[in-house]
């Protein structure tokens, strides 16, 4: 994978558009409105990839922006998840939602998948909820 930078590679669709590959191996010419009508398209096509999102965040951290470059590689860990389970465990997330285990529970399963920036991040959520009696069962 070649390492992008923002002055020479952003927009990423202007500059770069041979590198963006939907999860389904379409480019961004082969999505267009005549083929989503005739059924050669479909929702799948038009997903971001884990690769574009890296390349998003290469261009935002080259740009100096480190926690957007995060957060580009922790939604590229995330495309691997239906969409129904990453809504889940954004409720999950919210104070007082889920246990200490729960949490837990989640951030294995994350691991599991390779999510481990992710599996990370809830780690430390629920450090900090149980910290700050934001667990549920804490009101």
Do not use: W
């Amino acid at each position: 994978m070649k390492t992008l930078r923002a002055k020479e590679d952003y927009p990423l669709a202007d500059k770069r558009p041979e590198l963006i590959l939907t999860p389904t191996g379409k480019s961004l010419p082969e999505i267009n409105m005549e083929k989503v009508m005739t059924g050669e398209v479909s929702v799948e096509d038009c997903r971001i990839s884990s690769g574009t999102l890296e390349y998003q965040a290469q261009i935002a951290e080259s740009a100096g922006h480190p926690q957007m470059a995060a957060n580009f590689r922790r939604a590229a860990e995330l495309t691997v998840f239906a969409d129904e389970r990453v809504l889940e465990i954004y409720e999950a997330l919210r104070p007082f939602r889920s246990s200490h285990e729960e949490l837990m529970q989640i951030a294995q399963e994350l691991e599991d998948k390779g999510a481990v920036l992710n599996a990370t991040f809830v780690r430390q959520a629920a450090k900090i909820y149980r910290k700050r009696n934001k667990l549920k069962g804490d009101k």
